[in-house]
């Protein structure tokens, strides 16, 4: 079947531009994760939906970033006024039913890069 | 908050050789514990799981992980590694009742024909 999927697979934009970024998850999946993956790290958590509301977003960096699911699928992560430092790639993962122990199922990333 | 180690950011073998990986993690209460893997050009995906029960788990493609819980790790091993072994391997911890992860930096792993 169809994995987690993500546009654009890259995105290049301006210093101070607004960006979104999409995920499709498995069908059927409920749970929806995005992390940010920078140079050298491992990927870092940023926010958590379950359903159509935000279970968990602790781990945005600033009010730059907001991310909506309004229908319980597909996903929008939206920066505003990007800066340099915003430049990773940004993974969507989707996982079955809430819980922590579901297996959580990546997607191949967006690679954003602000000039 | 938590934290996750990994101990080496690359690691070089040749096929046949002996593979652990290591991996420690700064949190006191009850963890759930994964290893993922990203092949060139592909995905993460898990390689294996620790919830509960017997600490030595073992994962795909002949993986295996145990759990010491004393010493906060879950060491990834191979016996015997294989020239399509060469990836990335992520270890990543949740806290028991939280769906979210906090991986390591990631180990590059080559292996050599």
């Known amino acids: 079947g169809a994995g987690v999927s993500q546009t654009p697979s890259n995105k290049v934009t301006e210093k101070g531009k607004y960006v979104e970024l999409r995920c499709d998850p498995i069908s059927g999946h409920t749970a929806l994760y995005w992390y940010r993956q920078s140079l050298g790290q491992g990927p870092e958590f940023l926010i958590y939906f379950q359903g159509t509301g935000a279970a968990d977003d602790s781990g945005l960096p600033n009010d730059r970033f907001f991310a909506v699911r309004p229908e319980g699928s597909v996903s929008t992560l939206k920066i505003q006024r990007t800066e340099r430092g915003d430049s990773a790639v940004y993974l969507c993962?989707?996982?079955f039913g809430q819980g922590d122990t579901n297996e959580q199922y990546f997607g191949p990333g967006t690679r954003l890069t602000v000039t | 908050a938590q934290s996750v180690s990994q101990h080496n950011h690359h690691v070089i073998l040749s096929e046949a050789a002996s593979l652990e990986l290591g991996c420690n993690y700064s949190y006191g209460g009850t963890v759930n514990l994964f290893w993922y893997v990203q092949y060139p050009g592909q995905h993460l995906q898990l390689l294996l799981k620790y919830f509960s029960g017997d600490p030595l788990v073992k994962g795909i493609k002949g993986f295996e992980a145990e759990f010491i819980k004393s010493k906060f790790s879950f060491n990834l091993r191979k016996p015997s590694v294989q020239w399509s072994d060469t990836a990335e391997y992520f270890c990543a911890v949740g806290r028991s009742g939280y769906s979210t992860l906090t991986f390591g930096k990631g180990t590059m792993l080559l292996v050599s024909p």
């Open positions: 993962a989707s996982s």
